[in-house]
């Protein structure tokens, strides 16, 4: 069965530090992978996605930026983390028309 | 642009009820639809989906129906437990034949016991 794989779970960062968030998935191949960010009490902002490897698309401007180096790892970085970063982080993949995402990333940048 | 919006952000019940969560959409060409549950803390999880050549579809204890006429979508839980308080949203894929789903705001559901 497939499965995905989300960390770090929770993290604190301070303003201008970087970010990592990576994500993975397995028991698929060539899987349409997603990032998306929820703010608190809010929905859900698609914010890049791929079709496959080095194939990224931005759905926004933002200070942040998104890598596929694997068929099934999708990283979501920035070089300077702003207050306005903060929020939980889904990675999600796609089958069938249907999303299957990760348990999420939360990040609260100070 | 296309949007996916709900008609109301809070829904309390109490335990036992049945619930009604209702979402609108725009895009008259949308062909697919998707409800998903997301509790607290957690990612979205998929409910129940239905496709624009139906009216209705039956899960266990919930029931989705599509009237196009209105473009709109309602998500039927009977029998509301403690366990089902979530935010719940609808999706629907972004025009231009993607399958990129369009997240509505979402309702959040509490069920009081």
């Known amino acids: 069965s497939q499965t995905i794989h989300q960390w770090p779970a929770t993290l604190v960062q301070p303003v201008g530090s970087p970010l990592s968030l990576e994500c993975t998935v397995e028991?698929?191949?060539?899987?349409?992978l997603y990032w998306y960010r929820q703010a608190a009490g809010r929905g859900l902002q698609l914010l890049f996605y791929?079709?496959?490897?080095?194939?990224i698309s931005s759905e926004v401007p933002q200070n942040l930026s998104a890598s596929r180096p694997q068929d099934r790892q999708f990283i979501l970085s920035s070089k300077k983390l702003l207050l306005s970063d903060s929020g939980f982080y889904l990675c999600?993949?796609?089958?069938?028309?249907?999303?299957?995402f990760g348990e999420g990333s939360r990040l609260t940048v100070l | 642009g296309e949007s996916v919006g709900l008609h109301l952000p809070t829904l309390s019940v109490q335990e036992g009820d049945n619930s009604i969560i209702n979402c609108a959409y725009s895009?008259?060409?949308?062909?697919?639809f998707i409800w998903y549950k997301q509790e607290s803390g957690k990612g979205p999880q998929f409910i129940i989906d239905?496709?624009?050549?139906?009216d209705k579809r039956q899960g266990q204890r919930v029931t989705v129906l599509l009237n196009k006429t209105v473009k709109h979508l309602s998500l039927q839980i009977a029998a509301t437990q403690p366990g089902d308080s979530a935010v719940y949203f609808c999706?629907?894929?972004?025009?231009?034949?993607?399958?990129?789903?369009?997240f509505g705001r979402g309702t959040s559901l509490i069920v009081h016991p």
């Open positions: 028991g698929t191949s060539n899987p349409n």
């Open positions: 895009n008259s060409a949308s062909d697919y």
């Open positions: 999706a629907e894929p972004r025009s231009g034949g993607s399958y990129i789903p369009t």
């Open positions: 239905i496709r624009s050549n139906m």
């Open positions: 791929s079709v496959g490897i080095g194939q």
């Open positions: 999600a993949w796609s089958g069938t028309g249907r999303l299957f």
